[in-house]
Structure formats: structure tokens, C-alpha cells
């Protein structure tokens, strides 16, 4: 059986990413020019910071180093998060996204924006905002209708402590 470069280098850094509480998101090499740059995105529940980029980078630089996964020549390794407008993918992605608004493209063709209320094994339950002063609306997806979904940056969100405070009053 034959696997491609990404699915040996996952099995290869997997478990180094695992062993620091990180997650695997993706893995992409890729040619820039003469030079190949290998991507690595990590995440977890509560997020990562620099330190951690910084050590899980250490971690597979020296495991690369150690063995011929890249090949002969030269490579560039750039390791990351997936950032704020980080794409969904698998069920762990939307519980992370719980809370937050989504730009959801259906199997139906339909776009939408909603904000990612409860997430489930089979799809999620979503606030569709109202339009021009109407209550929102809930929906449900399953994961099978969803084609791609994006987290949406929102700049005027309010945090869960001034939302709660509103519902009291």
C-alpha cells in the first residue's frame, strides 16, 4: 500500500504534537521556488501560544532531523496555529467554535452566518442573527450538509460575562 509524503510525515509527527497536549490540524509541504517548506498547523482546546509553537517546533525539527522524511535537500519548517479565521473541518473544530459566529456554505448551495450554539455527533445547532430588527432563528445542520465553515472574526462581540448580564436584565 502506498502513502503520500503528508500521511508519513503525520504518522511520523503525530505523536510528538499528541505528547505535548497539542493537536495535529494539518500538514502541507509545499515548493517555494527551488526550496520545499513543510507546514505544520497545531491547536488545541484552549488554544496555543508562542511558547508552545515554539517548543513543539523544536520537537520536530530535531525528530526531521533524525530521520529522512523530508528527503535530500533543503527545507524551510514553519509551524503554526490555525488562526482566527480558522477553517472547520472535524467535530472537535465546532465544539472549539461553540459561541462563535460561523460562515456556513451548505450542500444546498446557501451561505450563511451564524453563531455556533450547541455541536453533537451528527451536526450542529446554530443562532441564525435576525434580519432588520427580527428575533434570530435557530437551525439545525448536520455535518453531511455542510460543504465548508469558517470561523468569523467579529470585532464588536460582546464576552459571555456582558451577554449574561444583558439577559438578566
Known amino acids: ?21 497539542l493537536d495535529l490540524e494539518e500538514i502541507e509541504v509545499a515548493s517555494v521556488g527551488r526550496k520545499r517548506v513543510l507546514r505544520v498547523v497545531v491547536d488545541s482546546e484552549d488554544g496555543v501560544d508562542l511558547d508552545q ?9 530535531a525528530k ?12 524551510t519548517l514553519e509551524v503554526g496555529s490555525p488562526g482566527a479565521e480558522r477553517p472547520l473541518k472535524e467535530q472537535r473544530h465546532y465544539e472549539r467554535a461553540v459561541g ?8 444546498d448551495g446557501a451561505e450563511l452566518v451564524a453563531r455556533i450554539v450547541t455541536v ?3 451536526g450542529v445547532d446554530l443562532e441564525v442573527p435576525g434580519v ?6 435557530a ?31
Open 1 to 21: 500500500m502506498s502513502t503520500t509524503q503528508s500521511e508519513r510525515l503525520r504518522e511520523l509527527l503525530e505523536p510528538l504534537v499528541s505528547s505535548q497536549d
Open 53 to 61: 509553537i515554539a517548543d513543539v517546533s523544536r520537537a520536530l525539527s
Open 64 to 75: 526531521l532531523d533524525e530521520t529522512d522524511a523530508m528527503g535530500e535537500g533543503e527545507y
Open 100 to 107: 462563535r459566529l460561523a460562515r456556513i456554505q451548505t450542500a
Open 120 to 122: 453533537d455527533d451528527e
Open 132 to 137: 432588520k430588527g427580527r428575533k434570530p432563528t
Open 139 to 169: 437551525r439545525r445542520l448536520t455535518f453531511g450538509e455542510i460543504v465548508k465553515a469558517r470561523v468569523e472574526v467579529e470585532f464588536n462581540r460582546k464576552d459571555d460575562k456582558s451577554m449574561k448580564e444583558e439577559e438578566e436584565a
